[in-house]
């Protein structure tokens, strides 16, 4: 009752405008009090349009009433301090729908600042003081205010559950550790809670080490974005300048063609009106002496045409017969032109081919698992052909320039004529590259026949070809990769670094390309696919498969994949 009583005061004697201890109080005609300050601001704000109503009770005055100082309440107040009353707890100090209320708070209550584990009860911040008084309620154990302090209770035996039974996973009394969970491993709450702890923390520290390491790869992804917008963009403002120069270089050449075409055109008219002209005075000449000689013929006297005769004068050399050509002046220079723009457009469709195939394949996603079927590999497949322009003299290539064979010399000697000279050609050893580059994920395999020695490759494009040097050999440099294939073993070669290599004997190897990951693998196929070794690097270019032979008469061929 005494609490009832001074929360009634605090209601009571409490300005509901600045919810504070009433200042200079003053009661309006209502009945309702407020602080003078208080409700002359109130009706001073805005336009009331001469009507002034209660805060509370919303009743209204007109005109406006006079406010004087009620001095009864005024020293009630001053009394009230003396004693230790307070202002009245403002709303939000009261506990809501959604908050955990006061246990001991009678009328409205108050929100609860702590909860007790050992008195089941939460309390308001002035019904908690005891906690931190009493000696004996120092000791209990306070946590957040909570609403679920009865599911602390054991239900059919009304006691505090302190124990944890492992063998059931779950909260259980003492007694009940003594009753139906007898003989099960049961250990404190506070043990239980601990081991739980411990695990707790490992999960969290595994999981901030997993946000650390997935913050390192959002900067790197970020890196890698900037980085692909930047060489995007060169690439882009590279190519418009190029193209921009082979445009002004054709420009230019279809200038000289034009000019080269009239200059020629012009002399060639000019030559054709001289001869022209000369055959006119011809025909005149021919004409006028056509009619000298029809005159004397109808002359009469006949001693006067033999007087007249020999004074004819006699023609003139005749000009040589002309002989019209059909006409064809030009068709050997729109022929030219036509054979130039049928060039350039192999050229371009060919290395166009190639920056549709050479560009950089960006994985930002996580990192893709390995396959582990024949179909995962052939879902990466691809068509590979062996490129003429970098194979050794030695090789001969066929099935549509999937397949090599190292050839006897004799033989070689009689395909002389049909290799040209090219700067991307191995000139000393027996290997070739695919025309393809290699990026993302791939996959190929190799069927080779014959004694078996044969070298299965990938290489960088700028890889030496002239020479014999270790620089220009698949596996002796760092721009190169390369598995040694013999009939009963495997050798894989590195940046001329040697790793013995077992597995099964088989005449086929397949391939498995991660690029952006940095995955190479070599495989030995028949029934089954066995790893034989694997490669972890960094790719900083785009690859390209090949090939590397040692005996003569030996084969390897780009196998088709289904």
């Known amino acids: 009752m005494e609490q009832k009583g001074v929360q009634l005061d605090r209601e009571t004697f409490s300005c509901s405008i600045c919810l504070d201890l009433l200042k200079d109080p003053v009661t309006i005609p209502c009945g309702h009090s407020y602080c003078m300050n208080c409700i002359k601001s109130h009706w001073d704000e805005g336009d009331r349009k001469y009507r002034y109503s209660c805060p509370q009770c919303r009743k209204t005055f007109t005109p406006r009433p006079v406010l004087l100082k009620n001095t009864m309440l005024a020293v009630l107040v001053e009394e009230l301090k003396k004693t230790g009353l307070q202002a009245a707890p403002a709303d939000h100090c009261y506990a809501g729908a959604e908050d955990v209320a006061c246990d001991v708070c009678t009328g409205r209550k108050l929100k609860a600042h702590k909860s007790c584990l050992i008195c089941l009860v939460s309390y308001c911040e002035k019904h908690l003081q005891p906690h931190y008084d009493v000696a004996q309620l120092k000791k209990h154990k306070l946590v957040e205010p909570s609403k679920k302090l009865q599911e602390n209770i054991c239900s059919r035996h009304d006691e505090v559950m302190k124990m944890f039974c492992r063998t059931d996973q779950q909260l259980i009394c003492y007694l009940c550790s003594v009753e139906e969970h007898k003989g099960h491993d049961t250990v404190s709450a506070a043990a239980e809670r601990a081991e739980r702890q411990r695990e707790l923390e490992g999960s969290r520290q595994n999981i901030q080490q997993r946000i650390q390491d997935r913050e390192k790869d959002v900067k790197l992804l970020q890196q890698q974005a900037e980085a692909i917008n930047r060489s995007a963009d060169k690439a882009v403002e590279d190519s418009k300048k190029i193209f921009t120069e082979l445009i002004r270089l054709l420009e230019k050449r279809s200038s000289d063609v034009k000019q080269q075409v009239r200059s020629q055109q012009k002399r060639e008219v000019s030559r054709v009106k001289e001869l022209q002209e000369k055959l006119e005075q011809e025909i005149t000449e021919l004409k006028r002496k056509d009619a000298e000689l029809k005159k004397l013929s109808h002359t009469e006297d006949h001693n006067q045409f033999l007087h007249n005769y020999p004074s004819l004068s006699p023609l003139s050399q005749s000009t040589s017969s002309i002989h019209i050509r059909p006409l064809s002046c030009f068709e050997d220079v729109t022929a030219a032109v036509s054979e130039v723009r049928d060039k350039l457009q192999d050229v371009l469709r060919e290395k166009w081919t190639n920056?549709?195939?050479t560009g950089t394949e960006v994985d930002v996603l996580l990192p893709q698992p390995k396959p582990k079927t024949r179909a995962g590999f052939l879902k990466y497949s691809r068509?590979?052909?062996?490129?003429?322009?970098?194979?050794?003299?030695?090789?001969?290539?066929?099935?549509?320039?999937?397949?090599?064979t190292l050839q006897q010399q004799s033989v070689v000697a009689m395909l002389q004529q049909y290799f040209y000279s090219h700067p991307d050609r191995f000139t000393d050893w027996y290997q070739v590259l695919s025309r393809e580059s290699l990026t993302g994920r791939c996959y190929w395999e190799v069927e080779r026949r014959g004694r078996g020695g044969v070298s299965v490759a990938v290489a960088y494009k700028n890889i030496n070809r002239a020479g014999g040097s270790n620089e220009c050999v698949f596996g002796y440099n760092d721009k190169s990769w390369a598995l040694d294939c013999n009939n009963n073993s495997y050798t894989f070669w590195s940046n001329n670094v040697q790793t013995r290599v077992s597995g099964p004997e088989s005449s086929r190897v397949g391939v498995y390309l991660d690029h952006s990951a940095g995955i190479l693998s070599f495989y030995s196929v028949s029934k089954t696919r066995t790893l034989l070794h694997r490669v972890q690097t960094t790719f900083t270019q785009p690859l390209y498969a090949g090939l590397?032979?040692?005996?003569?008469?030996?084969?390897?061929?780009?196998?088709?994949?289904k």
């Open 355 to 357: 920056v549709s195939l």
């Open 383 to 404: 068509e590979i052909t062996l490129d003429p322009n970098t194979v050794n003299t030695r090789l001969l290539l066929s099935e549509g320039n999937r397949k090599a």
């Open 548 to 561: 590397m032979f040692y005996y003569i008469g030996d084969s390897a061929e780009l196998c088709k994949l």
